[in-house]
């Protein structure tokens, strides 16, 4: 129930962002929450002010933006490569300068929710970050619109080598970008276009639920979802979604504004050819690698089809009675054992884990727990879930857990260190303007880590039943990050389509209640998941985002695929993708290891490693 939300709540406008800092991959709080004294690691933040307050950098930063300004004076078709360069340069001081100031006020809010100086800084650099994009903008502007042959000599240009990519980037941007004028506007626009996503955070994130006579939070009756009780389960999605449904019209009326608003910036203003074009111009990936992804998504619904009938008679051999129900999707396969994997274990199991698949990677992982940069445990006003934070190539990147000795809190730490050690090598090879991945690519050493775990645990364990809940949480996994996510996607494509022409909230539930049934078979689908997808925050906070989960975890399953056959020789290609950062395309960086984002027959491969996993646990379910 609880959705994987990128931590994207960058200072750059959203709709064009490139994934700045790396996602929030949310865990499932099992255990009590620390209230007293805090456990485990926590994370020294101050290294990235070095030593300025807030006022001093934003001095800093706005003398550097008035130096950026006079620029534009000297700005023509006859200007040299090395002043562009130290244009450039300037502009990355800058953004690398206000990327610090925020990272360090986002995990001062993380650590603690209720912390009011983070959460007024945080505000303040929202509107700081509009000013300074409308200052920088015109670099952008005359660089897109610059004769093609001085553009190009200086993208062939041997100074301009590093920045490359973000240049072309500009240059591709121009069919879509406005008048610096009209830029300017839309930048001030986007401040208060973007309160429609932020109300729904605010109106939902405030739920409270009667939980047998106490009120608890949505984050505290979420993990009931997950429950080994199945009346548990029930109860849980049931109070949930009925409390969506009751705000069904003001959720509606956001999203009609949400959809308005991304239409009516992206397709109408600005040309795009459609709602999902303006997403994927943004990740530089093409209209139709995005069809082939979502085409191959729904041709392979059979297969968890499949999966889930397995799951539901394997439960039930085991003793397990309940309906075969969407309530009980996340039914977890309970084993007799009560193993607990406690921080300092699974730490070292991780690394370990790491230093055996190649030494470059454990000794990654080990410097941002050498530099203090992870805070581990949960406590009463800490946010929950998990994410990696990125900063600058200079500051090893951060890591938050709420490790509560679960074995999905193991497969959360090598995920994130999967992101972190990403972060370092791309960080050792490229500018700041190119070090961060797309979001299409950046999932794949986190995903990836989590392959290298499972398989690993596979083939140690002596323990069937242990084997058989790896799988399933595995299987569960894949569904929840390709199929579901997919799906978010074909409905968001219906609901900007529909919208416009004013759909009824009915229609929209009636849509959305078909695709459900489309996903799973003759399971059951109760009435109230018709309601559910005003409870994905991805569809209010970022349109079409959801598919880069898809291919990212599919792309990773076709790489795991290629190292099986590999074997060492497909690590030194590895290292080279994940030290690519954003320099180039995803396609290219794609291509460049024998694989077509546009065929079909890519995505396919990633599906028929699920089906490996799948035939794997139906072998031992016996």
């Known amino acids: 129930m609880k959705e994987i939300k990128p931590k994207s709540k960058n200072i750059k406008n959203i709709k064009n962002n490139q994934n700045k800092i790396s996602d929030k991959k949310n865990t499932y709080v099992d255990s009590k929450i620390q209230t007293s004294k805090i456990i485990g690691e926590v994370w020294n933040l101050e290294p990235i002010l070095a030593g300025k307050t807030f006022d001093e950098w934003i001095k800093v930063i706005n003398s550097k933006v008035d130096t950026f300004k006079k620029y534009r004076n000297i700005l023509n078709d006859k200007i040299s490569s090395e002043k562009v360069l130290e244009i450039l340069k300037l502009e990355e001081e800058i953004s690398t300068n206000t990327a610090q100031v925020d990272a360090y006020y986002e995990l001062k809010f993380y650590e603690d929710t209720t912390n009011p100086d983070a959460l007024a800084k945080l505000g303040q650099l929202k509107q700081i970050g509009a000013e300074i994009n409308n200052n920088l903008i015109y670099f952008n502007i005359w660089f897109m619109h610059l004769n093609d042959k001085s553009a190009n000599k200086l993208l062939l240009s041997k100074e301009l080598q590093d920045y490359r990519y973000h240049l072309e980037l500009i240059r591709k941007a121009k069919p879509y970008t406005k008048s610096e004028e009209m830029e300017q506007i839309i930048q001030l626009k986007d401040i208060t276009g973007g309160a429609y996503s932020e109300l729904y955070t605010i109106i939902t994130d405030n739920y409270t639920f009667d939980w047998s006579g106490t009120k608890i939070s949505k984050e505290e009756i979420i993990k009931y979802c997950f429950s080994e009780d199945s009346k548990l389960r029930e109860k849980a999605y049931e109070l949930i979604l009925k409390r969506y449904k009751e705000d069904g019209t003001v959720l509606l009326e956001i999203y009609k ?262 996903q799973f078979g003759d399971m059951q689908i109760p009435e109230v998941f018709k309601h559910e997808w005003s409870y994905i925050s991805h569809i209010y906070e970022m349109p079409f985002y959801c598919y880069s989960y898809a291919w990212g975890n599919l792309f990773v399953l076709a790489l795991y695929d290629m190292y099986r056959q590999e074997g060492k020789s497909f690590i030194e290609k590895y290292v080279e993708l994940l030290s690519a950062g954003g320099s180039d395309s995803p396609a290219n960086l794609m291509k460049k290891l024998g694989v077509d984002p546009e065929s079909e027959e890519f995505w396919q491969r990633g599906f028929n490693i699920i089906r490996l996993e799948m035939e794997e646990l139906k072998k031992i379910a016996k």
């Open 257 to 518: 504004n949400v959809v308005t608003d991304w239409c009516n910036d992206g397709v109408k203003i600005r040309g795009h050819i459609n709602s999902i074009n303006v997403r994927n111009i943004s990740y530089d990936v093409s209209d139709k690698a995005v069809d082939a992804l979502l085409k191959v998504v729904r041709k392979n619904v059979p297969l968890f089809i499949e999966y889930f009938k397995v799951k539901y008679a394997l439960n039930k051999k085991a003793g397990q009675k309940y309906s075969y129900s969407r309530y009980h999707l996340y039914a977890p396969f309970i084993t007799k054992s009560k193993k607990s994997y406690d921080y300092e274990s699974s730490k070292t199991y991780v690394l370990d884990t790491y230093k055996q698949f190649d030494s470059r990677f454990y000794d990654r992982a080990m410097t941002i727990f050498k530099e203090k940069h992870v805070h581990s445990h949960p406590t009463k006003t800490k946010h929950g879930g998990a994410f990696c934070l990125s900063v600058t190539k200079g500051i090893i990147p951060y890591i938050l857990l709420n490790h509560t000795n679960t074995l999905r809190d193991v497969f959360t730490i090598i995920h994130e260190l999967g992101h972190g050690i990403h972060d370092i090598l791309a960080g050792e090879k490229q500018k700041d303007l190119e070090r961060h991945a797309s979001v299409t690519i950046c999932e794949t050493a986190s995903t990836f880590g989590e392959m290298l775990l499972a398989e690993r645990l596979l083939s140690e364990s002596n323990d069937i039943e242990e084997k058989k809940r790896i799988l399933v949480q595995s299987m569960d996994n894949q569904w929840a990050t390709i199929i579901r996510q997919s799906y978010f996607v074909i409905f968001e494509k219906y609901a900007h389509e529909q919208i416009p022409k004013g759909i009824t909230r009915e229609a929209l539930d009636n849509y959305y209640y078909e695709l459900l049934k489309e």
